[in-house]
Nanobody, 122 residues
Framework: QVQLVESGGGLVQAGGSLRLSCVASGRTFSSYVMGWFRQAPGKEREFIAA????????YYADSVKGRFTVSRENAKSTVYLQMNSLKPEDTAVYYC???????????????WGQGTQVTVSS
């Protein structure tokens, strides 16, 4: 089992930045690919970014490419999502998730955090 806890969400103006963190506990963090997803009201949960075990490979949805950066510190069992140039359409609950191989579908991930709200005002 892996337990995931996100933090760092909040209210920010358009054009601003936030950094989300996700701390893992349980099994060896470095064994897991980590993904970030978001879900806005009335919408399906969508893939945002993922990072490989070592951090050498990263993957992004087109909607956030060039604005968001995913990174990880295995020694701290933590994955980050740096979000810059935020837009009102980025408003959603953001989740981190873990699985053993890279995937882009939410239903492919085995473990999930509780989510953190990000609200971007115009």
């Amino acid at each position: 089992q892996v337990q995931l806890v996100e933090s760092g969400g909040g209210l920010v103006q358009a054009g601003g930045s936030l950094r989300l963190s996700c701390v893992a506990s349980g099994r060896t963090f470095s064994s897991y690919v980590m993904g970030w997803f978001r879900q806005a009201p009335g919408k399906e949960r969508e893939f945002i970014a993922a990072i490989s075990w070592s951090g050498a490979r990263t993957y992004y949805a087109d909607s956030v490419k060039g604005r968001f950066t995913v990174s990880r510190e295995n020694a701290k069992s933590t994955v980050y999502l740096q979000m810059n140039s935020l837009k009102p359409e980025d408003t959603a609950v953001y989740y981190c998730a873990a699985r053993t191989v890279v995937a882009f579908r939410a239903d492919s991930y085995d473990y999930w955090g509780q989510g953190t709200q990000v609200t971007v005002s115009s």
